[in-house]
């Protein structure tokens, strides 16, 4: 099982702190609304959800990916 | 690998060249228009929130201070704080108050109230600032916009500081009144274009 960053988007205040950290640059912030995490380049560091100001970036596992 | 730094990420050099030169004359504080026309042309024009994820120069500055320097806690915020009341009651107050203060200005524009050479610190404690200010060649209403404005940009920078040590480096962007009203553009932007489709 692999975990991967999730984003609580209701709370998500499309500031791009975790765009910045993210060491695969899997994160961007689409129309300026949410965070977007992109689950295919995602490793699961931890980085964004550390960052985040706000702290609704959790890291969940991904138990339906391969 | 750490990504290479861009132009844009030395911005938080001219955050804070522009809280030293309100120190040195007041009127800079017109400078400070730049942090609130930017973002807003960026939300309207192109729909999206690149001030706040590239170019916030205070954004850096409290990224740097808080994580760089670590004077950051680095806790996570209460959760009323993240609420969608907090930040929009957040954003009425101080436009709420930024009106005020421009309507003080006009007082001084019309000549119905002296210049007040002070800055208000959050909105309740008033600093003598007389030693900023050596005249200007406008209306006095210019200067006066001048105080009016450093003090709120001093202002909103020691709370983003406080939040700063308390919780996340920038915790200062979850209630940023500008991040908050330039989201909002960007969400009534993509909600128009979805309608626009159908």
Redesign the interface.
């Known amino acids: 099982m692999k975990r991967k960053a999730s984003v609580d988007k209701s709370l998500c205040v499309a500031c791009g702190c975790c765009v910045k950290v993210c060491p695969r640059a899997a994160i961007s912030v689409p129309n300026g609304i949410n965070a977007v995490i992109d689950e295919a380049l995602c490793v699961g560091c931890g980085k964004c959800a550390k960052e985040c100001p706000a702290s609704v970036i959790s890291l969940e596992e991904a138990d339906n990916e391969s | ?1 750490k ?1 290479k730094k861009k132009w844009y990420d030395h911005l938080w050099i001219f955050s804070l060249t522009y809280l030293i030169l309100g120190f040195v004359n007041i009127l800079f504080a017109w400078l400070g228009m730049i942090c609130f026309i930017v973002p807003l042309v960026i ?1 309207i024009c192109w ?4 001030y ?3 170019f916030c120069g205070r ?1 850096q500055l409290f ?1 740097m201070l808080g994580g760089h320097f670590g004077l950051s806690r ?1 806790k ?2 209460p959760k009323w704080m ?2 969608k009341y907090f ?1 929009y009651g957040f954003l009425i107050f101080f436009f709420t108050m930024f009106f005020i203060m421009l309507w003080n200005t006009y007082l001084v524009f019309a000549g119905q109230r002296p210049l007040g050479q002070k800055i208000k610190l959050l909105w309740t404690f008033k600093v003598p600032w007389h030693w900023a200010y050596h005249g200007t060649v406008f209306s006095d209403g210019v200067a006066q916009f001048a105080f009016g404005f450093y003090s709120i940009m001093l202002t909103s920078t020691i709370l983003g500081y406080v939040t700063m040590i308390l ?8 209630y ?1 009144p500008m ?2 009203m ?2 909002l ?3 009534a ?2 909600r128009d274009e979805v309608t626009d489709r159908s």
């Open positions: 690998m990504a939300s729909g999206n929130k690149a706040c994820n590239k954004g990224s680095k996570d915020m993240k609420s930040r919780f996340k480096p920038r915790s200062w962007c979850v940023c991040g908050t330039t989201q553009i960007c969400k932007k993509k």
